[in-house]
């Protein structure tokens, strides 16, 4: 076998069966399985991407073949089935129906291939687009498994009576990445959809781990929404067949056939969370803290921007595309703008993960070779981040039980650690030079063309400013101490955070080379077939004597805070003083004599805006508005 089908293979099966081991494995070997597998798939991950960045040319295809057709069709339809009876389980009629949809597509689409010459194509596809988001499910994912481990002994702690065992969430968890590298390699219609499908699964069960009643209603309408998505896959896979087309990625996109484009591009929006289908994302949050990072930041909702991002040059050029970057425009400012109202700081992350989701969207409907490559710099830059974030979150809820942003002020003494790499993650969001901040950039300079794309995507980006900027301030907020100990957690939970604070960091320096040496090349790769693509733009972005600005910033404000932590004394701290005598006996204190010699205790908390962007107030009319387009996206089908 091939150097590189071996690859492909091991990425989908090694985690699979390191799953199925953990599960059936119980105590310490549990865990061992668990980070064996998780260091195994971050080895492979990185060897594919090592392999197809020496190897030429930088892509491979693994050949469909009547074998690998039907074991295709009955994964396809066992997973559909299994789906049905969960359905069933939990008395849900809209899934069922679904599910028996997908049945009776999934027939009809081999009844029409049935008897004909077998369509040429692939049934897995690996390139350095699919080779990107191997790194980010296989190496990110994996930091993020092994974080789980000593996550999941304390949550076990104070789980629900009602929650499954460590075992299973293990399966799915684990296996998830094997089934996250399949979708993101297959090009077969009928292994995406299974692979898809699995998933959906995969987060379902995930998302239910602790059984309670919200747990449950969350996981449900989870999978109804990627149920609904599935379907609209099956549906394009049918019309792709019936148009005598092979039921592939590739022969989609070089067809042009732009409703199977269209329905591919309506399950994407399921996926990855897309107005009108945010819900299922931010009721997702009950699950335990790794299930957050791992499928719902870093790597499942990423499919969706992904295969938006595969079929993106097949509809260059046309009204459609034009449709879709203001469906991810809108989705990104009206997600931005909820953010700030929220205390919950993992609804914010979920918010801010639709938001930058959107942006992906956006970018891809702009379909210009800078708006490309700022996608590709959002969906690399942001899983990172974002991953850091959602296992700070879970460090966080555990030692103070409450997930609420105000009442984090403090936090910086009772948790020095997972504050300061809270804090790396937040400004990595939005300051120079990390690469999160260089991709709004690009996009806002892709969408000068379209003033109402470039509008929505300014005062985005403006409200993310103001929920991440509450946030640093609030964690922030703490009297003077002396000195700060590194707070208690497992090792798997602190070494985790630390190593990927420092991917962060490492990322964010070397932006500018990883812009030039690795999107550059994928953008030119992607559009070098697309007439009318400009490269102008793209060339001008990647020159870093423009840059070196970005550089400055971060290095003056590490330079004053040396020179503040040197010129600093003890001495110099005072009590806060509000126009009243301090009580005594509160250290710090404050609490205040007030009018009548009553004391008062001082308090503050950020404004959220609570006005403007209540959930009950805005969320109906933006998911009207994005109904609304997602109509008009299938209405102006035709090319311009």
Known sequence: ?????????????????????????????????????????????????????????????????????????????????????????????????????????????????????????????????????????????????????????????????????????????????????????????????????????CSFMLIGHDRTEEACRNAKRALLINSFGGLAMMIAGVIAVANGSAATITAVKNTAAIVPIALLCLAAFTKSAQLPFQSWLLGAMVAPTPVSALLHSATMVKAGSYLVLRLAPAFHGTKFSTLVAIIGAFTFVMTSALACGQRNGKKVLAYSTIANLGLIVMCAGINTPLAYAAALMTLCFHAASKGLLFMCMGTIEQKIHSRDIEEMGGIMYRMPFTTFVALIGMVSMLVPPFGMLLSKWMAMESAIHNPLVLILVIVGAAFTVLFWAKWIGRIQTVSYHEKYTIEKAPLSMLATMGLMAVAVVAAGLGAVPIFNNLIVPQAHAIYASVSGASFASLKQAGNFTMMWPLFVFPAGAILLGIFSYFRFRPEQVRLPFLCGENVENTIPSYTFRSLGDQPETAWAMSYYLRDLFTEGRVTFWCNLIATMAILAMFGVLAPA
């Open 1 to 201: 076998m091939p150097t590189e089908h071996l690859l492909l293979w091991s990425l989908i099966i090694v985690p699979t069966a390191m799953a199925f081991l953990a599960w059936i494995t119980p105590g310490k070997l549990r865990s061992v399985l668990v980070g064996f597998g998780a260091v195994a798939t971050a080895g492979l991950g990185l060897a594919m991407g090592g392999w197809l960045y020496f190897a030429h040319p930088h892509s491979f295809e693994l050949q469909s073949t009547s074998t690998l057709s039907m074991l295709g069709m009955g994964l396809e339809l066992a997973i559909i089935v299994v789906i049905l009876a969960v359905a069933i389980r939990i008395r849900s009629w809209a899934i069922i129906l679904l599910g028996v949809a997908q049945l009776a597509l999934a027939v009809t689409e081999e009844v029409l291939s049935h008897g004909k010459p077998r369509a040429e194509g692939a049934t897995f596809t690996v390139d350095s687009l699919s080779a990107i988001l191997i790194l980010v499910v296989s190496v990110i994912g994996s930091i993020i498994v092994y974080y789980a481990i000593g996550y999941m002994k304390e949550h076990a702690a104070h789980a629900p009576a009602t929650a499954a065992g460590n075992g299973r969430f293990f399966l799915y968890l684990v296996g998830f990445l094997g089934m996250m590298n399949g979708l993101v390699m297959a090009d077969d219609l009928k292994w995406l959809g299974f692979f898809w499908e699995v998933t959906t699964f």
